[in-house]
């Protein structure tokens, strides 16, 4: 079975940093992409920034230049670091492993973390 556990949320107030940290575990041979999504109340679920296994990386234009996104291969965990946060990044963040195979000819598959809440006060 595998889990992605999430931590490092919390409260924080505008310009503040925080660093979320989340590791998939269980039987796991690869991984193609993990990445971090955020949604707020009453909002669809967005693409934050995605890091593939290569390093290549993509952001939302809303957080360009003030989010960094890391990943560590060889512990399947993956880290985003958030700098100068505005009330508007206040979400619950989703970690996401996309393409994970749990054997080498296994079936790719996405799996999701439970949410970490993110809140940044004025």
């Known amino acids: 079975q595998v889990q992605l556990v999430e931590s490092g949320g919390g409260l924080v107030q505008a310009g503040g940093s925080l660093r979320l940290s989340c590791a998939a575990s269980?039987?796991?041979?690869?991984?193609?992409?993990m990445g971090w999504y955020r949604q707020a109340p009453g909002k669809q679920r967005e693409e934050v920034a995605v890091i593939t296994t290569g390093g290549s990386t993509n952001y939302a234009d809303s957080v360009k230049g003030r989010f960094t996104i890391s990943r560590d291969n060889a512990k399947n965990t993956v880290y985003l670091q958030m700098n100068s946060l505005k009330p508007g990044d206040t979400a619950v963040y989703y970690c996401n492993a996309e393409g994970l195979r749990r054997i080498r000819l296994g079936l790719p598959r996405d799996y999701w973390g439970q949410g970490t809440q993110v809140t940044v006060s004025s």
């Open positions: 269980g039987s796991i041979f690869s991984i193609n992409s």
